[in-house]
């Protein structure tokens, strides 16, 4: 497909580019549905928590309405989410060549009609939220505030992906909330550790661009750590694994979830062996990966829960 087209540079060959009509594909790539990798990465701490708040709860299986609630939800916001960042980002996006076919930059969209854009899918995030109850609603409004400004972060630290982390994870506190009306330790803790496994991933994908981040001022964690990546890496993902296994056993899971948090913690270190920070692909396959780490963890949740219930 080429650049003229209207594709995006690192997302070329997928269904919007191929079967979406063509008034609607920048639209589509606004919200990242011609990659949406990061839309089921928004979507695993909440699944996580919905299957965390079944253990505690004594349930075989999370709420079913719950999980589809929370995927939509997630690729909807996480559409507005980048949307935003692409409004705010349009200037530093034209001067990244893995960024400069984006919708804004390129031309494809106006300023103006991405901004529109940005309220339709929030209309959507918001129906999706008035669903749940009232403590659930103002914890999800609660987390504008973090989404609205982590685009602005990569400008003044090195450390953006705890900001990402911050917003990314917020799902670990909403499922929990959506089963209990309320936060208690295990769902703070899932937070926590979520947070680590979006600042290893996160990372992993920054690579992609540190070379042109550092000519334009923009900072990350890839740059940060360099060759020091793979050890602070396994730094962080052995913190997500940890935390993570202390948030299910404060909520009462057992041994079935234990098999899948190591299977968790096997495949996060597969990242670290398999990286190499001068192969840009590589990096981006890694970091898709996350997907199947999430669902490896959400399985053995599902499965703890659905257990202990029948034993």
Same mark, same amino acid.
């Given at each position: 497909m080429s650049r003229s087209s209207g594709? /995006? @540079? #690192? %997302? $070329?060959g997928n269904w919007v580019d191929s079967l979406a009509p063509a008034w609607s594909r920048p639209y589509l790539r606004l919200a990242r549905l011609d990659r949406p990798i990061g839309s089921w990465l928004l979507l695993m701490p909440c699944w996580w928590s919905c299957a965390l708040a079944a253990i505690a709860a004594g349930t075989t299986a999370p709420n079913p309405a719950h999980l589809v609630l929370f995927f939509l939800g997630a690729f909807a916001m996480r559409g507005a989410g980048c949307t935003w960042n692409d409004i705010v980002d349009r200037d530093l996006d034209a001067r990244v060549e893995r960024t400069r076919s984006r919708p804004i930059p390129s031309g494809q969209v106006s300023v103006a009609q991405a901004a529109a854009f940005l309220?339709?899918?929030s209309l959507i995030g918001l129906a999706v939220l008035l669903s749940f109850n009232s403590f659930t609603i103002r914890l999800g409004v609660a987390s504008l505030a973090i989404v609205a400004v982590y685009p602005f972060m990569k400008r003044i630290t090195y450390w953006p992906q705890i /900001?990402?982390?911050? %917003?990314?994870?917020w799902g670990a506190l909403m499922g929990w909330a959506a089963q209990f009306g309320g936060l208690a330790l295990p769902a703070l803790l899932l937070y926590a550790g979520s947070i680590a496994w979006v600042i290893g991933y996160d990372t992993i994908y920054a690579h992609q661009d540190r070379e042109d981040d550092a000519?334009?001022?923009?900072?990350? $964690? %890839?740059?940060l750590f360099g060759e020091r990546t793979k050890p602070m890496l396994a730094?962080?993902? $052995?913190?997500? @694994? *940890?935390?993570?296994? $202390? %948030?299910a056993r404060a909520?009462?899971?057992g041994p079935v979830f234990a098999v899948g948090l190591l299977a968790f913690a096997a495949h996060l270190g597969w990242q670290v062996?398999? *990286? #190499?920070? =001068?192969?840009? #692909?590589?990096?981006? @396959?890694l970091f898709?990966?996350?997907? #199947? @780490?999430? *669902?490896?963890?959400? =399985?053995g949740l599902l499965l703890d829960a659905a257990v202990r219930r029948l034993a």
């Open positions: 594709s /995006v @540079a #690192d %997302a $070329t309220v339709l899918q /900001v990402l982390g911050l %917003a990314f994870s000519l334009i001022g923009i900072k990350s $964690t %890839a740059l730094l962080f993902y $052995t913190l997500a @694994a *940890l935390i993570i296994g $202390t %948030a909520a009462g899971a062996v398999r *990286l #190499d920070i =001068a192969d840009p #692909d590589g990096c981006l @396959a898709k990966s996350n997907r #199947d @780490a999430g *669902l490896i963890l959400f =399985a």
